[in-house]
């Protein structure tokens, strides 16, 4: 009896040493393979997106509902940024010599100035001989100032005297071509100043009857569409094409720069049917198409190759592709197309 006893416990703990261990529920060890989801955003077989709602929402998909009407018809027209002549000038030497800085020392570019400010001087005729026998002549005047006329006088010390270089313009310095001790010859521009807020657009129109048929006009500048005025047409041809003048003011004309070239859209009196739409919604597809996408579904984008007519700076319509009523992805959708 006492022998079976302990035979029977050894039998007892082999056969649940035998037996597998068994994890309970939650206590895996990431043995087993992942389980596949079909929520996540990715390109079904017909070329469309499946995007769920909050990856959506995670990236800022935005939609607007088309509507038709009648738009104004635009063109392009290639421009380039000038001088406001009535808000700018140019800062020129009349005599020859050494430029010397002025108070504030020599301006430089991006620098505020006041109109009237010195902004250098020009010491006339540097080292040459007729400055040495025009100071010689004015200290002789000087000694005999109780017998020649002052206005003598005062034209020898204007030989001599230093120009002085003052801003015709309050603004900012856009340029400067100079440093001290540099000479100079008469006439040479030194500074340019402009005011970054009244800049002046200039275009070239290879149609003439654009002129006669402009409504409004606008450009991009810092993200921001810029409204133009139309204030003035020439009456010679440039380079076989009619300069147009457009002028611009506010903040936002602060972030051009002059001689910088830019888009102009130009919107005519004629109209054109259509839809309106961002210009960030119209993207790209492998064909090279222009596309916008719609939302078909409340998860699901299709691509439509469509054609267009620009409208404005941030706009353009849709003449063909799509419906009054359909939903169009506004922003995102680069985003959108990027999805595979």
């Known amino acids: 009896m006492n022998i079976l006893k302990p035979l029977f416990l050894l039998i007892f703990i082999s056969s649940f040493m035998a037996l597998p261990a068994m994890a309970g529920p939650g206590h895996d060890h990431g043995d087993a393979a992942p389980a596949a989801t079909g929520n996540s955003p990715k390109r079904q077989a017909d070329g469309s997106v499946f995007l769920p709602k909050p990856a959506q929402r995670q990236i800022g998909v935005r939609t607007a509902v088309l509507k038709d009407g009648e738009l104004p018809k635009a063109i392009e027209l290639n421009g380039r940024v000038v001088m406001d002549p009535n808000a700018g000038g140019k800062v020129q030497a ?23 400010e010195v902004l250098a001087y020009v010491t006339p005729e540097v080292g040459g001989r007729t400055r040495s026998l025009a100071e010689s002549r004015l200290q002789r005047l000087r000694e005999l100032a109780d017998t020649v006329p002052r206005k003598v006088i005062e034209e020898a010390e204007a030989a001599v005297a230093n120009e002085q270089l003052r801003a015709p313009v309050s603004g900012v310095i856009a340029s400067a071509f100079v440093v001290s001790g540099q000479v100079v010859d008469a006439r040479e521009t030194l500074f340019e100043i402009v005011n970054p807020e009244r800049m002046i657009v200039e275009a070239l129109a290879f149609d ?54 830019v888009k102009l859209v130009v919107q005519t009196r004629d109209t054109v049917r259509g839809v309106a739409v961002p210009t960030a919604a119209l993207m790209k597809n492998p064909a090279n198409q222009t596309i916008v996408w719609v939302k078909t579904a409340p998860e699901r984008f299709e691509p439509r190759p469509v054609t267009v007519e620009p409208l404005d700076g941030s706009t353009v319509a849709l003449l063909s592709g799509v419906e009054p009523g359909q939903r169009v992805a506004v922003e995102a959708a680069n985003l959108i197309n990027q999805i595979r």
């Open 94 to 116: 009349i005599v020859a010599g050494r430029v010397t800085p002025g108070p504030r020392g020599l301006p430089l570019p991006g620098q505020k100035v006041n109109k009237g």
């Open 208 to 261: 003439m009857a654009i002129a006669s048929n402009i409504a409004s006009a606008s450009i991009v500048a810092g993200g921001k569409r810029v409204p133009l005025k139309l204030v003035g047409v020439a009456r010679s041809l440039r380079e076989q094409a009619l300069p147009l003048t457009f002028r611009g003011e506010g903040p936002a004309m602060a972030q051009l720069a002059l001689g910088q070239p």
